[in-house]
């Protein structure tokens, strides 16, 4: 018989599930005049958000105090860091400096798959 703790995720406290193959594009869809996000990992360390962004959307200038890691997973995005653009296509990545401004907006309708690290500053 399995221990207890051998069902459970020691970090989440959650139920500990089994390893599924997903395509990350499949796992938000598309909706007019919308951003929709679904948060994959939520730990400590970090996030992994997926994201998809209908044509004309965005997210306003805004900082984070950690890295950020923009994977596009289909369409493409004018991001401007520190007010330089930069526009980025599926299969492309780019990293948002923590503390850096940033803002996003969606030349046509993108997905992009977000991984935020958190790190100790010195």
């Known amino acids: 018989m399995a221990e207890i703790s051998d069902s459970v995720d020691q970090a989440t406290k959650q139920p500990k599930k089994e390893p599924e193959i997903k395509r990350l594009a499949d796992l938000v869809e598309y909706q007019d005049g919308s951003v929709v996000s679904k948060q994959i990992i939520k730990r400590g360390a970090g996030t992994v958000t997926i ?23 289909d369409g493409e995005v004018r991001i401007r860091i520190s007010g330089k653009p930069y526009d980025v296509k599926a299969g492309e990545m780019i990293i948002l400096p923590v503390d850096e401004p940033h803002s ?19």
């Open 51 to 73: 994201f998809a962004f209908d044509e004309g959307e965005g997210l306003s200038e805004h900082t984070a105090p950690f890295d950020a890691l923009v994977q596009v997973l």
């Open 104 to 122: 996003l907006k969606a030349l046509t309708r993108f997905k992009m798959l977000l991984t935020m690290i958190r790190s100790k500053k010195s």
